[in-house]
């Protein structure tokens, strides 16, 4: 059975804590960026998000946000993940997502290049 809570790490050394996990689904917990980022500012960030119920689906589906803590800077930036999550026939789960990043626009006319 899938369930999001505990930690998890990235296969670029992400890691993902997921500490509280609510009867309805609902989770938040901290996000902590890997070597691989490259980006010493960003600091440990909040995350909230929501699986499908394990008890339902074999392989729940999930998505959340990251909220990113940038150190000494007033840039805004959220991250949404969506994914699902996999248990393997040895019985290890495996979580597959994809990403967008989302950082403030100045103005409508820089919209198409805050997202990536």
């Known amino acids: 059975q899938c369930l999001l809570s505990g930690s998890w790490r990235s296969d670029t050394g992400c890691r993902m804590v997921v500490s509280v996990l609510s009867k309805d689904g609902r989770f938040s917990g901290s996000y902590l960026p890997g070597p691989a980022a490259g980006n010493s500012e960003i600091l440990t960030s909040p995350l909230e998000g929501s699986q499908q119920d394990a008890r339902l689906v074999p392989h729940p589906t999930f998505s959340f946000i990251v909220h990113w803590q940038l150190r000494d800077s007033d840039t805004t930036q959220m991250t949404a993940f969506l994914g699902q999550c996999y248990t393997g026939t040895n019985g290890e789960e ?4 994809l990403w967008l990043l989302r950082e403030a626009a100045n103005s409508p006319a820089e919209d198409w ?3 990536r």
């Open 94 to 97: 495996t979580l597959h997502a």
């Open 113 to 115: 290049k805050a997202t």
